[in-house]
């Protein structure tokens, strides 16, 4: 297997546990799934978006296939499997799944504005969105990014070709230019990357470059887990509670979503060059995720989708990371920090008081009630331990205003604690 290889096939022994996690659904993208009859369906579309690009920009079809030659032998080396096209069929594969790519996203960044066309599939049926989603990240159906790279820089407006799509250093989703690549594709995927809907997406460019879609996804999740995980791997880790114990400790999860985990798990199984970030943080989930009351939990939080009944997600999660070779877990430190943070009673307390006195307006003024009445039948006692007061009221010990005591009293403390809500009421 060459060095500079990123792109698998998924290991039997992870594809056993979900296979259509692996497996697209309607669009080959690279040559690994080019052949399979039921995507075939798909190559229609794929031909009429290299047409629209070619036209839209007036670059020739013949100056596409020329730049890819040029990296025709780099691109192949990405791809791990042995590839059964000869140099001009992988070419023709990788202009018209590249080209295909491009116009999409540039599409999806513009729909707002230019609206669908009638005889797009893509903008026209909903369905193919989610096969997109899907298909786009998976570890088999990628493209090298420098296929991409070299298409996009072919086909920008002629102003922008210049430069590099890395070099980007943010990226703000709401900017209508057409100057980055991976703008483009944050663009798309922006709903499973975290705070994609509020703010810019951060590209750090002291990261190593992004050789495909799926790592560049990944190398994004992961940009925080770095300073969380400290870099500190171990081979063992210390056991967290699951999220029916940690909640009393108002402890909450990210979602997932079982691709994209999937597949990433399995690039870094298969890489030489990953950390195993994502398959630790399988571990953490298959910790915190033990019963369905645990997915409850998480469910009513919002945190995990309802796609999933409660035994099916217990599964899905204790599974995650089922037959995955983990040498170095990255979570040491954390995982300690959790059951420290655990064991520490106020925390604990605090939550559970909020849970169960605080959680809506009704509880709060219950609440405030009970704690009033209690303040009362602890005077009444107060008074007859201390026997007659001075005066025949309460009014005497400061505690309520003379001229709001319409109470009966008779020489000596009040007696009934009747007559005292009776006043409050």
Same mark, same amino acid.
């Given at each position: 297997?060459?060095?500079?290889?990123?792109?698998?096939?998924t290991?039997?022994?992870?594809?056993?546990?979900?296979?259509?996690?692996?497996?697209?659904?309607?669009?080959?993208? &690279?040559?690994?799934?080019?052949?399979?009859?039921y %995507?075939?369906?798909?190559?229609?579309?794929k031909?009429?978006y *290299?047409?629209?690009?070619?036209?839209?920009?007036?670059?020739?079809?013949?100056?596409?296939?020329?730049?890819?030659?040029?990296?025709?032998?780099?691109?192949?080396?990405?791809?791990?499997?042995?590839?059964d096209?000869?140099?001009?069929?992988?070419?023709?594969?990788?202009? $018209?799944?590249?080209?295909?790519?491009?116009? !999409?996203f540039?599409?999806? #960044?513009?729909?707002?504005?230019?609206?669908?066309?009638?005889?797009?599939?893509?903008?026209?049926m909903?369905?193919?969105f989610?096969?997109?989603?899907?298909?786009?990240?998976?570890?088999?159906?990628?493209?090298?990014?420098?296929?991409?790279?070299? *298409?996009?820089?072919?086909?920008?407006?002629?102003?922008?070709?210049? &430069?590099?799509s890395?070099?980007?250093?943010?990226?703000?989703?709401?900017?209508?230019?057409?100057?980055s690549l991976? =703008? *483009?594709?944050?663009?798309?995927?922006h709903?499973?990357?975290? /705070? &994609?809907?509020?703010?810019?997406l951060?590209?750090?460019? /002291?990261?190593?470059?992004?050789?495909?879609?799926?790592?560049?996804?990944r190398?994004?999740?992961?940009?925080?887990?770095?300073?969380? =995980?400290? =870099?500190?791997?171990?081979?063992?880790?210390p056991?967290?509670?699951?999220?029916?114990?940690?909640?009393?400790?108002?402890?909450?999860?990210?979602?997932v979503?079982?691709?994209?985990?999937?597949?990433?798990?399995?690039f870094?199984?298969?890489s030489?060059?990953?950390?195993?970030?994502?398959?630790?943080?399988?571990?953490l989930?298959?910790?915190?995720?033990?019963?369905?009351?645990?997915?409850?939990r998480?469910?009513?939080?919002?945190i995990?989708?309802?796609?999933?009944?409660?035994?099916?997600?217990?599964?899905?999660?204790n599974?995650?990371?089922?037959?995955?070779?983990?040498?170095?877990?990255?979570?040491?430190k954390l995982?300690?920090?959790?059951?420290?943070? @655990? #064991?520490?009673?106020?925390?604990s307390w605090?939550?559970? $008081?909020?849970?169960?006195?605080?959680?809506?307006?009704?509880?709060?003024?219950?609440?405030?009630?009970?704690? !009033? $009445? %209690?303040?009362?039948?602890?005077?009444?006692?107060?008074?007859?331990?201390? /026997?007659?007061?001075?005066?025949?009221?309460?009014w005497?010990?400061?505690?309520?205003?003379? #001229?709001?005591?319409?109470?009966?009293?008779?020489? &000596?403390?009040?007696?009934?604690? @009747? $007559?005292?809500?009776?006043?409050? #009421?």
């Open positions: 297997m060459c060095p500079d290889s990123c792109i698998f096939p290991p039997n022994i992870l594809l056993r546990h979900s296979r259509k996690a692996y497996t697209p659904t309607a669009f080959s993208i &690279g040559p690994l799934h080019h052949r399979k009859a %995507l075939k369906r798909t190559e229609k579309i031909h009429k *290299l047409q629209n690009l070619v036209s839209r920009t007036g670059v020739a079809l013949k100056d596409l296939i020329g730049t890819v030659a040029k990296i025709e032998a780099d691109a192949r080396k990405h791809y791990a499997e042995y590839i096209f000869r140099p001009e069929e992988l070419v023709k594969i990788l202009v $018209l799944d590249g080209c295909f790519l491009i116009e !999409f540039r599409k999806y #960044r513009m729909k707002d504005n230019l609206g669908p066309e009638d005889d797009d599939p893509v903008f026209t909903s369905c193919m989610q096969h997109l989603s899907h298909d786009l990240i998976l570890l088999e159906n990628q493209i090298p990014w420098i296929v991409l790279d070299h *298409l996009f820089n072919l086909t920008r407006d002629p102003q922008n070709r210049q &430069g590099t890395n070099a980007c250093s943010s990226i703000n989703r709401t900017s209508s230019d057409d100057t991976v =703008g *483009l594709v944050l663009e798309f995927f709903h499973i990357l975290p /705070g &994609g809907d509020s703010k810019k951060q590209v750090k460019t /002291g990261q190593p470059k992004s050789r495909h879609i799926l790592e560049l996804l190398d994004l999740l992961i940009s925080d887990s770095i300073t969380t =995980g400290q =870099g500190n791997c171990e081979n063992s880790w056991p967290i509670p699951s999220a029916t114990e940690l909640e009393t400790a108002g402890i909450t999860i990210q979602e979503t079982e691709a994209l985990f999937r597949n990433i798990i399995s870094e199984q298969c030489q060059k990953c950390l195993p970030v994502f398959t630790s943080y399988a571990i989930l298959d910790n915190l995720i033990n019963t369905p009351e645990d997915v409850d998480l469910s009513k939080k919002g995990v989708d309802n796609w999933l009944n409660p035994e099916d997600a217990t599964k899905f999660f599974k995650l990371y089922h037959d995955a070779y983990v040498k170095e877990f990255y979570y040491p995982c300690s920090d959790v059951k420290r943070y @655990y #064991r520490k009673s106020w925390p605090r939550a559970s $008081l909020v849970r169960n006195y605080f959680s809506t307006p009704w509880v709060v003024a219950s609440t405030f009630a009970a704690i !009033f $009445l %209690l303040v009362l039948t602890f005077l009444q006692t107060l008074y007859s331990v201390k /026997g007659d007061p001075p005066k025949d009221c309460l005497h010990y400061g505690v309520i205003p003379v #001229r709001h005591c319409n109470m009966i009293c008779e020489v &000596g403390p009040c007696r009934d604690l @009747y $007559l005292v809500a009776e006043w409050a #009421r």
